[in-house]
C-alpha cells in the first residue's frame, strides 16, 4: 500500500450500478487540501492493480498534486469480471465521484492514463457528457484500437501470427481511440516511447494526427510505460500542466529571506542517454 512508499492515502470505496465494490486510492496533496494545486485522475495499464502501478504517480503529492488511483472491476481489490465496456463504465464512475465528492476544491483536474488505461479513458473523455469536467488529459502508449493493438501482438509471435486473420475480426471497433479522439474538447499530451515493445510507437503517432488542438506530442524513449523513473519526463508532464491545465503555483511557507517558491514552467524535455526513460530512480523508491 502507499504507506510503503512514505505516501498517506485513504482506501476509496465506489458502488458501481450493479453493486459491485470498486476500490481505489485517494493520495492527498503534501501539506493538505489548502496546499494542493490540482487533482490527477490516474487510469493504469493492463497488468496487475493500482499496488504496482502506484510508482508512476507516486511523486505527485510531493509536486502540491492529490491523486485517485482506481481499479476497474476485476483488477486488484476491485470485484466483477474484466471486460469493456464495464471498465469504462468504472472510468465514468470515478470522475462522477470526483466531481461529485467535494475533493477537487475548485482546482483544476487532469486526468492521466497509461496504455489499456489511456485508450480507454481517451473513449471516456471523448463523450460529449463530460465535455467541460477537466481541464486535461495525458495519455501515454495509447493505443488506436483493439483490432490494430491484437494485431501488432499476434504478429510479433510465429505461434499466433497465423491465427490473426481469424481472431482480429472479432475484436471491438466501436470503443477505439482513434474514433474518438478528436472529440476531446480539452488540451491534450500525448506521450509515447520509440522504444516501446508492447505497443508500436505508431499508435501514439497516428492518434496525435487524429487529435484535435489543442495538443501536444512528446516522444521517449525506454521500455513500455517505464519513462516516469525519468525525472525529465515527469517535468515535461509538470510543465505541460502548468501551462495548458490551468495549474497555478500554491505560496509555500517563506523561508529566512521571506521567499517563497514556486514551480517553474520551463520546458524540460527528455535529451541524451540519461533521458532514456530507464534511469535510476531517485533515493527511496522502488521499481
Known sequence: NPA???????????????????????????????HAKGTVYFLHGNAQNVSTHIMNVAWMPAEGFNVFLLDYRGYGLSEGKARLPEAMEDIQLGLDWLRASGRLNKQPLIVFGQSLGASMTISVMAEERNHGRYECLIAEAAFTGYRDIVGDIMRQSWLLSPLRFAVVPFQPRKFDAQDSIAAIRAPILLMHSQDDQVIPFAHGTELFEAASEPKQFQPLRGAHIASLRDPAVRQRMLDFMYQECGVRSVSATPDAKGDASESGASPVLPRGPASNGVSRPAPGFTF
Open 4 to 34: 510503503n512508499q512514505g505516501l498517506d492515502y485513504q482506501d476509496v470505496i465506489l458502488i458501481n450500478e450493479i453493486g459491485q465494490r470498486l476500490h481505489g486510492w485517494w493520495l492527498p496533496a503534501r501539506g493538505g487540501a489548502a
